[in-house]
């Protein structure tokens, strides 16, 4: 069985840290920052947002899990009310931001927040999921909180199943119409989780 570690996120996790971003994005950072010419593409800008320290994104805000010894999985959390910019907000364009900013609107406030949790593909089914929504769940306790919040898209069926077995019911809804490229049915669901 592999040894799986949780530990603080630190600088030199950046690059993983970024891809894990893109990947929970579900194709949000590639629609609002690829295909524009001459501007930074979406990893790019999630690498930028990662290494500042000020961000809803830091590496300073995430925690990694490991599989004997190889970093696989992140989550970054904070209070909802505390959450500061994304760090990617420079220079999108007005069509776009329009478009998922029923997504950004979306939250509750007093909980505490996951902003991005994300499994690598060769990590799925080993527990990393629910031992960062554990260790997540842990330090929002610890800091006096009684609610544990996240956002889904209501297509992504794995990670629906995984916050159910976790204990996370839907408490909202938005609708967010597809398009060619951010392809989502069905909307996205804000989930809470009773601590």
Not at 162 to 191: M, N, Q, S, T
Request: glycine content about 10%; hydrophobic content about 45%.
């Amino acid at each position: 069985m592999p040894d799986l570690t949780i530990r603080p996120a630190r600088p030199s996790d950046a690059p993983v840290l970024a891809a894990l971003d893109i990947l929970a994005g579900g194709g949000v950072y590639e629609f609002l920052y690829d295909d524009r010419p001459g501007e930074p593409g979406a990893a790019q800008r999630m690498l930028q947002a990662v290494l500042s320290a000020d961000t809803a994104l830091s590496w300073s805000r995430a925690l990694v899990a490991e599989l004997d010894g190889e970093p696989v999985g992140a989550v970054t959390s904070q209070p909802y009310d505390d959450q500061p910019p994304s760090g990617l907000e420079a220079s999108v364009p007005e069509d776009r931001a329009a478009h998922v900013a029923p997504i950004q609107a979306m939250g509750r406030p007093g909980s505490w927040f996951i902003n991005m949790l994300a499994v690598g593909a060769k990590a799925s089914g080993h527990g990393v999921g629910r031992a960062l929504i554990e260790a997540v769940a842990d330090r929002a306790r610890a800091a006096g909180f009684s609610e544990l919040t996240l956002r889904v898209f209501a297509d992504n069926a794995p990670a629906l199943a995984l916050y159910r077995k976790c204990g996370f019911r839907e408490v909202d809804a938005v609708d967010i119409p597809p398009l060619p490229r951010l392809p989502h049915e069905g909307g996205v669901r804000l989930l809470l989780r009773d601590l």
